[in-house]
Each structure stands twice: as C-alpha cells, then as structure tokens.
C-alpha cells in the first residue's frame, strides 16, 4: 500500500520541528515546505534544511518570497525594531496574511502530491496574539481550501492539522522529547544572528525558554553574548 502524505509546513523553529515529527509518528511521509520570504531571521532557513534531513523528510522545498516588498511588519521591514518587551495587542512581528500566504502554497503542493493532511504548528496558548493562529482562522481555512480545490470537489477532503493548537510550550517540548527532536537544530528568535544564536529577549526567547522551564528540560538554545 501506498503510505499516505502530508505537507508540513517548516520554518526552522521549535513548534514546526515537533509538528514534523508529529506526523512522522503517525506514519505520514512527510513533505516539508519553508519559506524564504525576506525574514529578518534567515538562519531559520538553515535550521529547517537541517531540521527536515534529521526527522527524515521525505523532500524539504523552500518558495521564495517577497513580503518585503509590502513590509508592515518588525520580521520584515528593517526599519521597525523587534520588541524586546511584552506590548498589548497583535505585536509588530505580526507579518501581514503570513499563514493565509504559506497555507495556500501548501494547499497547491498537496494537490500536486496527492496529499489530503497539510501540518502547521500554530498555537493559540502560549504564542504571541497573532490573528492568524487561533482555531477559527484554521476551521475557515479548511472550508475555503475543499471549496476551492479539485481534490475538495471531487470529494478528496484536505485537512489542515494544527495539533500544536490547545498546548502548552512545555507541553510541546517535552512531546517533541519523546518523539526525538533535536531542538539544538531549531533557531526560534526573532532576530537570530546569521549562525543561529539567539537574542533572549524577544517574544520568541522568552516563550521558548519558558516552555523548557517548565517542562524540567535543559534549554539547548545557543544564546548571544
């Protein structure tokens, strides 16, 4: 029998890392998709390539981007700082229509494949307030994606997993544990340095060193001077 596929969307950091071997464990061959879209961080691109051969993808493609070219966002315009603070609202690093983006190129590439499950690593307990993450947005989604697909209408149902979606980052991390994640692969921050080391002060440190905290792991992260 053929094994069943699946797109993983995989951007280096520690929540896509564990989505991947998620779907690993459930016996998925696993087809992972990143994005070089003109991000600050661009050492999480390495860290997927490496992140995609450890967990045993299948194939590992990277679409390149331009959000810079629309900016709006601290992740993509070098002109607005990364907080390095707790702020009300949607944050800076909100990039604009980011997942709506990534999750219809994914949804192309399923078809393509022959693939009905398509992983994404939102979060909507410990993350950052981003409209994009909650479980509303993912719901609306898969609608959209069975009324706008040739597998969708010809009764092939897509699904958009997002088994990240009511836990805890220690919860994460320590269910990554025990699937054998590799986290010192991952680079989380948000204005890594170009060899992966992390600031420890941004919104994405703070979570992930949190999330290690609190599961009694030890933080692999390499942080900066």
Known sequence: MTAKKAVILLSGGLDSATVLAMARAEGYEC????????????????????????????????????????????LTDDSIEVPEEETPGIPVTYVPARNTVFLSIALGWAEVLGAQDIFVGVNAVDYSGYPDCRPEYIEAYEKMA????RAGVEGNKLSIRAPLMDMSKSDIVTEGTRLGVDYSLTVSCYQALPDGAACRRCDSCRLRAAGFTEAGLEDPTVYAP
């Not at 069975?146 to 697909?149: E, K, M, P, Q």
């Open 31 to 74: 087809y992972a998709l990143g994005f070089d879209y003109g991000q600050r961080h661009e050492a999480e691109l390495l860290a997927a390539q490496k992140v995609a051969k450890d967990l045993g993808a299948v194939e590992h493609k990277v679409v390149k981007l331009d959000l810079r070219s629309i900016g709006g966002s601290a």
């Open 146 to 149: 069975n009324l706008a697909t």
